[in-house]
């Protein structure tokens, strides 16, 4: 094998790794992940009726990336978490339906969560 050859064999294989290293590898989920994103904010209402409070969840976003959704969530203790349904549309309050605090826990806290559509 003549010298030339050698250091290719050598060389190339050793450029591709350093490539790799240096962009992040190609890995699309990567790739993905780091294109989402929104700017929102998640309120919660509460009202009282005749038998319970009652707390709802409310989601809005001022900006949204092209490839996000955003949801938000009535977060509760000791409870499912309701969500809003998913949104793409900025300057629009989103809602989750009205639920019953459970006793003897904290108040309800909202959230919102931003995925790739």
Known sequence: MTRIKKLSILFIP?????????????????TATA?????????????QT???????A???????????KVQG???RDLAADPSTQWFTTTGTWYYTGWWPKVPFTSNPTARYTVAHR
């Open 35 to 47: 294109l989402i994103g929104a700017n929102c904010e998640a309120k919660t209402d509460s009202r």
């Open 14 to 30: 050793a450029l591709a790794f350093g490539a790799a290293i240096l962009t992040g590898g190609a890995n699309p989920a990567s």
């Open 50 to 56: 005749t038998f319970a409070a009652e707390w709802r």
């Open 73 to 75: 969530t009535l977060v």
């Open 58 to 68: 409310k989601a809005k976003c001022t900006t949204i990336n092209s490839d996000s």
